[in-house]
């Protein structure tokens, strides 16, 4: 059973820090993974996706990085804004098609 | 139109009411997913629809029954639910059930009196 962890569960930071997000999980065998931002009380915004085949995605000032032999992936954010202030989920997608969470980090960038 | 729009988003209901939430995508997706969102604890799938037939359902209580039309419509219908049962509930919807690149509603807040 695929298991999915993010730590810390909550992190602050100053504006403009670059900052590294962490994602781990157990099965090596998986189809793609996604990271994702959500608001307080909204749903969840699709931020990068890596199939299984790739090693690393870029968006804006996000870079996600995938690492299947150790069972991590990072999300990069670089000169972070306090817009940026969410909780970022990882998820993967399994061979067998489940997509397993992990229970978010919860980021705050201070002004 | 944004891809994936669920109504109502917010909703209190008695226990003993029914009630439904609605979910519509326009992305041209054929899965749709129910998921259940609670405080502190990771997302719970409860329900996939492929091409309209359900293809999972998570151990999930009958007082939630879910229907789908036609691929681009998921509704949950919601019956003598517990106040445990008050969570946000997302909808998602996929290019199909293997490809599992998940696009969200906003959710519907749900709570339980």
């Known amino acids: 059973k695929q298991e999915v962890t993010q730590i810390p569960a909550a992190l602050s930071v100053p504006e403009g820090e670059n900052l590294v997000l962490n994602c781990s999980f157990t099965d090596s065998a998986i189809y793609n993974l996604q990271w994702f931002r959500q608001d307080p009380g909204k749903g969840l915004t699709s931020l990068l996706l890596?199939?299984?085949?790739?090693r690393e995605q870029t968006s804006g000032r996000l870079n996600a990085s995938l690492d299947k032999s150790s069972g991590r992936s990072t999300l990069y954010i670089a000169a972070s804004q306090p817009g940026d202030s969410a909780t970022y989920l990882c998820?993967?997608?399994?061979?067998?098609?489940?997509?397993?969470f992990g229970k978010g980090i919860t980021l705050s960038v201070r002004p | 139109e944004t891809g994936v729009t669920q109504t109502p988003r917010h909703l209190v209901m008695g226990m003993t009411n029914k009630k439904s939430l609605k979910c519509e995508q326009h992305l041209g997706h054929n899965a749709m997913y129910w998921y259940k969102q609670s405080a502190k604890k990771p997302l719970e799938l409860m329900f996939v629809y492929n091409f309209k037939e359900q293809t999972e359902n998570n151990s999930v209580p009958s007082r939630f029954s879910p229907e789908c039309p036609n691929s681009s419509h998921l509704f949950l219908h919601l019956h003598t639910l517990q106040p445990e049962d008050s969570a946000l509930y997302l909808c998602?919807?996929?290019?199909?059930?293997?490809?599992?690149?998940?696009?969200f509603g906003e959710g519907s807040r749900l709570t339980v009196l």
């Open positions: 890596i199939q299984s085949s790739q």
């Open positions: 998820a993967i997608t399994g061979a067998n098609s489940k997509l397993t």
């Open positions: 998602a919807s996929s290019p199909d059930s293997t490809r599992r690149e998940l696009f």
